[in-house]
T-cell receptor, first 115, second 109 residues
């Protein structure tokens, strides 16, 4: 069954700690994305990657870092520098970046709460 | 990418057609119209997209006006499971998507 998995579904961390959110896809997609969603708001793009070993900052990259060592994996680290990390984090993938390839497939999300 | 305007909320009776409008008056010739929806606490789901012709798939129909300045997403027979936030996005296809606040559609029995 093809799709995107994110783990864990709920995550709690203490202020000042770094935490890494997992995102894996078996759709053989080239492009992957990380979004953040706050209550009642739309999605905001954090980082995206069009190809292995390459990624670009989105609109709100400060306080976050990513890596893309494998095509199927795109982990997101929320660092202690992120001032307001409590949010719903969504990972997505698509065949590429262009035309019909903007059909993005989303994972179930990780809800991060900083205590 | 062109900006879109959607009503913040709409209601629909179960079994009736839900018609969700989107205004994109500054759309340019190479920009597509995409629709996604997000059920509460889940990731968004792609519904449909189009350039200038009307499109239909198993989920919905997309009607784009001749001048392309507005479009309507039609769910022909809404069910309770269609209750979600619906996002209309205009994009050239060569940049990342921008999700606004969308329209909250509430389908009632």
């Amino acid at each position: 069954d093809g799709g995107i998995t994110q783990s864990p579904k709920y995550l709690f961390r203490k202020e000042g700690q770094n935490v890494t959110l997992s995102c894996e896809q078996n759709l053989n997609h080239d492009a992957m994305y990380w979004y953040r969603q706050d209550p009642g708001q739309g999605l905001r793009l954090i980082y995206y990657s069009q190809i292995v070993n390459d990624f670009q900052k989105g609109d709100i990259a400060e306080g976050y870092s990513v890596s893309r060592e494998k095509k199927e994996s795109f982990p997101l680290t929320v660092t202690s520098a992120q001032k307001n990390p409590t949010a719903f984090y969504l990972c997505a993938s698509s065949g590429g970046l262009g035309g019909v390839y903007n059909e993005q497939f989303f994972g179930p999300g990780t809800r991060l709460t900083v205590l | 990418d062109a900006k879109t305007t959607q009503p913040p909320s709409m209601d629909c009776a179960e079994g009736r057609a839900a018609n969700l409008p989107c205004n994109h008056s500054t759309i340019s010739g190479n920009e597509y119209v995409y629709w996604y929806r997000q059920i509460h606490s889940q990731g968004p789901q792609y519904i449909i997209h189009g350039l200038k012709n009307n499109e239909t798939n198993e989920m919905a129909s997309l009607i784009i006006t001749e001048d392309r300045k507005s479009s309507t997403l039609i769910l022909p027979h809404a069910t309770l499971r269609d209750t979600a936030v619906y996002y209309c996005i205009v994009n050239s296809g060569y940049s990342t998507l921008t999700f606004g606040k969308g329209t909250m559609l509430l389908v009632s029995p």
